[in-house]
């Protein structure tokens, strides 16, 4: 199946900027995902991106699209404790049945 | 404006027993997803149904493990003779019909083995 990584930790101090990158092998995908799990909870969807773009913003957040080397970013800029959490980046299966997940990328933000 | 609704949110069995976990989709989502997420793992893709049929179980063990959507109610994972490794969340994801459509995932069930 396809694979898409992402690493493990991030801490950054609150009022920085936040990236989390991914990397996925698919190249087929149509769309790509950013999803967000707070303890406890279930994945939150953050934002997506179509593979035609290369920039998405919406509000704190940019996602960045590097098709060739299959490179996937999130920005979060003005980073607040709030946005501590496990974020994931998926793929859609070139079937569209079902997506692919990252290990995800735990984000601490340091007060 | 209820989300995916998961329940319950957390069961405990012993081994040999039987698990149902059920999952309501969003309002208006046909299309209905099974993951699993052992701890400090991503989300493994287990199945994808809509109403009254299996399209896509490639991810699903192929013993003691079933799922279905039926025509009213929830759709239902059902894992018969649990065992130790079955111990994990288990997310439902629900979507409208249509290839660009996000998945909109449910708050899990947790599903402890004695």
């Known amino acids: 199946g396809e694979d898409v990584e992402q690493s493990l930790f991030l801490s950054v101090r609150e009022g920085d900027s936040s990236v989390i990158n991914c990397t996925y092998t698919?190249?087929?995908?149509?769309?790509l995902y950013w999803y967000k799990q707070e303890p406890g909870a279930g994945l939150q969807l953050l934002t997506y991106i179509f593979s035609n773009m290369d920039m998405k913003q919406d509000q704190r957040l940019t996602v960045l699209l590097n098709k060739k080397d299959k490179h996937l970013s999130l920005r979060i800029a003005d980073t607040q404790t709030g946005d501590s959490a496990i974020y994931f980046c998926a793929e859609r299966g070139n079937t569209g049945n079902q997506f692919y997940f990252g290990t995800g990328t735990s984000l601490t933000v340091i007060p | 404006n209820a989300g995916v609704m998961q329940n319950p949110r957390h069961l405990v069995r012993r081994r040999g027993q039987e698990a149902r976990l059920r999952c309501s989709p969003m309002k208006g989502h046909s299309h209905v997803y099974w993951y699993r997420q052992l701890p400090e793992e991503g989300l493994k893709f287990m199945v994808y149904l809509q109403k009254e049929n299996i399209i896509d179980e490639s991810g699903m063990p192929k013993e003691r493990f079933s799922a279905e959507f039926p025509k009213e109610g929830p759709s239902i994972l059902r894992i018969q003779q649990v065992v130790r490794g079955d111990s994990a969340a288990y997310f439902c994801?629900?979507?409208?019909?249509?290839?660009?459509?996000?998945?909109?995932f449910g708050d899990g069930t947790r599903l402890s083995i004695l």
């Open positions: 994801a629900s979507s409208r019909a249509g290839s660009n459509q996000p998945q909109h």
């Open positions: 698919d190249s087929s995908s149509t769309y």
